[in-house]
């Protein structure tokens, strides 16, 4: 259909599978481990907390904010969850059902905020952010926390089968949990009034507020759900280090902006799919994986990180001015 | 000065009829006891500058502002003290505003359907009533857009039909459309026009709001002029005129004279020789004479602004050459310029940018830090304050000190505050792009004062506008750019105000 190969050029979505498809090409040939099974599938596990916290942080930035505080609500989700569980008794599913609403909570102080007091969101969420650290260390001593339940820190395979050379593929629950958490977000943003609303406030809040949509309402929904995210992408990471350690996912933040943004979410606002921030991931997954098959130093990985993203950042800032051209350059 | 209103009064089959409606915010009475009237299928003008109460008036329509107690707003019939924006949506009364207020990253079809995306949050839109919907708001402007294409890609043009669609899809029996006709080419105005005589063929009332009587005026029946609150009076479409609104407006007699002065036999200050730069402007040369206002004139997009970053060095010459006093010149950046004496004032909304809570001296100095700093790159206050003084004194500032805020001036001290930053530049060349738009009559007219007080002291001002009767009856010179060309120059009084209109709007 030639409609809708016309709608995908141009999209960010398009050239970063262009992308990832050469990426693939390169490595498969420079490392014949690259393209197998086993390794794919450690692929998507190694990255599937980043892959939930980018879902959030996805539906954030298409709301028109950012946030900043997401690894802070995740460690102190993980940790009331780990602290119930292993030293009060709770039973799992209230324990982790406490510890999302939490993350709801940690999320929907910051829609607050930005909304009552009418600061950039950045502003906001970099002051919770230092706010739920601190408080987090404060209440813990910075103590971690070991002996998770098995099934917590061991992990449930859905699936598992050994290939002809004798490695061993398992679906596991990250995985497991990052699919349905990629499927719910692709599901609210696309096909609910919610979802809608989150895009046309980050279109324009001003217009949205006056076809009356709330504002509030949606930037609670939009940070509310990155807060629960949050709190899933805690409990994930800490059954991956068997423990749940207060600082464990401090400094995490840019990666998760950065695939966000790599997938064509815009810093202001009402663009962006779900699809291209698994993409995002993807890329940057792909492109560490290949790199240290080949032996490069995972030093060097930062480089790669920043460029990939200055080159998606301006290849969107050319084809914008391109597209718009000589429109009117003054709003009168 | 009072003004005899003819004003039709309100019949009683009028779709809208507001008597003695008022407003005060605080202290300031925004509107005083008005009475207006709307009939079904009328198109009516609403004029007034900055601050004479249309947008709080609008605001009162669409439910955002409740009325002070006493008046009334009849609709249908029915009378209300006030109106929640629910009941202003529902009894079919909707604001196109001139943003338009449209989501440029979402389809045409859910900016026209939007409404069905409200409400209960984890519910599906409904994507065949929205598809219906903006099918059919698209048919009753016999309109094609394509439906999932996004807003953000279409033409102003098209984007306004989209803003009218969403209000018809609310089932709009009134609509006010704010300044419209701004950022449109004569041709996209004409398709409005036609847009609009098939509303009001469906029975839907048409207010264009404006700060300035526009060519809708061609198809309005009624103009209503407010001031200061107030309702001036209520007039048939066919007896009003730019001058006579324009008085209306402001109650007061403006003077419209031309100024045409000739300066060809000097050498000119600035000469521009087969300028171009790809895409943007080609093949233009002009003269600039001192003392001489040289109006630009041309649709949006006609290449006037591109053409003033380039003669104040933003972006370099393709083709051609600048020359200053007959002196070839390259310039390679903005710093050259000034350095040669050019000076280029981008559109600004108040008064040429002065900084009103700052000083005087603040205002004054900030043109020429560069020149007051020592070779450590401090200013001395002492030297700043002699500076600003000099000024204030040459001028004759009304002002107790330098050191005073600026809001603190009268509006005509102001006005010479801008003066004395710009001459303390000691600018050759001053270019100055569409120094007054979104500024009222009143203020208009200060800003023309500053410009001609500008070039009476020797400065050659390039002054470049949309607006025909800024450039009319202001420069000695206009010159017409058409797609990045110059196709005309026009003495204003050889050429009439409405020739030129006529030839730019073509």
């Known amino acids: ?332 | 000065m009072t003004v005899a209103a003819s004003a039709p009064e309100a019949r009683t089959d009028s779709f809208l009829a507001l008597s003695g409606i008022g407003k005060r915010f605080g202290g300031t009475v925004a509107l005083d006891a008005i009475d207006w009237s709307v009939e079904p299928g009328e198109v009516h003008c609403l004029v007034g500058e900055n601050g004479s109460g249309k947008s709080t008036l609008i605001k009162i329509l669409a439910g955002v502002h409740a009325p002070d107690p006493g008046g009334t707003i009849t609709i249908d019939g029915v009378a209300h003290q006030k109106l929640t924006p629910h009941q202003a949506k529902a009894l079919g009364i909707q604001v196109i505003f001139q943003d338009l207020s449209l989501f440029p990253n979402l389809t045409v079809l859910e900016n026209i359907a939007i409404d069905h995306e409200l409400g209960s949050a984890l519910k599906a839109p409904p994507r065949r009533a929205m598809r219906e919907t903006a099918v059919a708001a698209l048919g009753r402007l016999d309109a094609h857009l394509p439906l999932d294409a996004p807003v953000g890609n279409l033409s102003v043009a098209q984007r306004q039909i989209v803003a009218i669609c969403r209000g018809l899809a609310a089932n709009a029996r009134l609509l006010f459309m704010d300044e419209p006709t701004a950022s449109l080419t004569r041709h996209e105005v004409d398709l409005l026009l036609a847009t609009v005589r098939r509303l009001k063929a469906q029975g839907v009332a048409i207010v264009f709001v404006s700060h300035r009587l526009e060519e809708v005026v061609e198809i309005a029946e009624r103009v209503t002029v407010l001031r200061d609150g107030r309702k001036v009076g209520t007039y048939p479409a066919s007896e009003i005129d730019d001058h006579r609104l324009a008085e209306l407006m402001t109650g007061r007699r403006i003077e419209h004279a031309v100024r045409a002065r000739r300066f060809e036999a000097r050498q000119p200050v600035l000469e521009l020789r087969k300028a171009g730069r790809a895409g943007e402007f080609e093949d233009v040369s002009l003269s600039l004479h001192a003392g001489e206002i040289v109006g630009v004139t041309g649709l949006l997009g006609a290449g006037r602004t591109e053409l003033a970053l380039a003669l104040f060095g933003m972006t370099p010459l393709e083709r051609g050459e600048i020359l200053l006093n007959g002196t070839p010149v390259r310039l390679r950046s903005n710093r050259d310029a000034v350095a040669h004496g050019i000076a280029y004032v981008s559109e600004d909304r108040l008064s040429l940018g002065l900084n009103l809570r700052q000083s005087i001296a603040d205002n004054i100095s900030i043109t020429v830090l560069d020149q007051l700093s020592d070779r450590a790159g401090l200013v001395s206050p002492g030297d700043r304050s002699g500076m600003a003084q000099g000024w204030v004194g040459r001028l004759d500032i009304r002002t107790a000190s330098v050191d005073a805020a600026t809001q603190t001036l009268s509006g005509g001290n102001q006005q010479r505050v801008v003066l004395a930053k710009w001459l303390a530049t000691r600018p050759k060349v001053l270019i100055l792009d569409s120094p007054t738009v979104g500024v009222d009559i009143r203020n208009k007219q200060g800003i023309y004062d500053v410009v001609r007080q500008l070039a009476e002291r020797g400065v050659a001002i390039l002054l470049i506008s949309d607006e025909v009767p800024e450039v009319y009856f202001n420069a000695d010179r206009i010159l017409h750019m058409r797609d990045g060309r110059i196709v005309g120059e026009v003495v204003p009084g050889e050429v009439s105000e409405h020739d030129l209109a006529q030839a730019i709007y073509a």
């Open chain 1, 1 to 332: 259909m030639p409609r809708v190969l016309r709608a995908l050029i141009g999209r960010t979505e398009t050239a970063l599978a262009a992308a990832i498809v050469v990426t693939a090409i390169v490595f498969s040939v420079t490392s014949p481990y690259f393209l197998t099974m086993p390794n794919l599938i450690d692929l998507v596990e190694a990255y599937s907390v980043t892959t939930i916290l980018a879902a959030g942080v996805f539906v954030v930035l298409v709301s028109g904010g950012i946030d900043i505080s997401f690894t802070a609500t995740a460690s102190a989700a993980q940790y009331l969850a780990a602290y119930l569980m292993v030293k009060q008794g709770v039973p799992a599913v209230p324990a982790l059902a406490i510890s999302a609403l939490l993350g709801i909570a940690l999320g929907s102080i910051n829609a607050l905020l930005t909304y009552h007091l009418r600061v950039v969101s950045i502003i906001v969420t970099i002051a919770t952010a230092s706010i739920y650290y601190a408080l987090l260390i404060y209440f813990t001593n910075a103590e971690e926390i070991y002996n998770l339940p098995d099934w917590w820190s061991n992990g449930v395979s859905f699936f598992r089968y050994e290939t002809a050379n004798g490695d061993i593929v398992k679906i596991t629950l990250p995985i497991v949990v990052m699919a349905v958490v990629v499927a719910l977000t692709q599901y609210l943003m696309s096909r609910t009034r919610i979802g809608r609303q989150v895009y046309a406030v980050g279109g324009n809040p001003e217009a949205a507020s006056r076809v009356g949509i709330d504002i509030l309402r949606v930037q609670l929904f939009a940070y509310g759900y990155l807060g629960f995210l949050a709190a899933i992408a805690g409990f994930v990471q800490a059954g991956r280090v068997h423990q749940a350690v207060p600082t464990a996912m401090k400094g995490g933040e840019l990666d998760v902006l950065a695939v966000a943004i790599l997938g064509g979410a815009s810093l202001v606002g009402g663009i962006g799919s779900v699809w291209g921030v698994l993409l995002g991931v993807l890329f940057l997954a792909m492109l560490q994986n290949g790199l240290n098959l080949l032996g490069v130093s995972s030093y060097f990985f930062g480089v790669v990180i920043g460029l990939a993203i200055l080159v998606s950042i301006s290849m969107t800032g050319y084809v914008d001015k391109h597209a718009r051209g000589r429109r009117v350059k003054r709003a009168g």
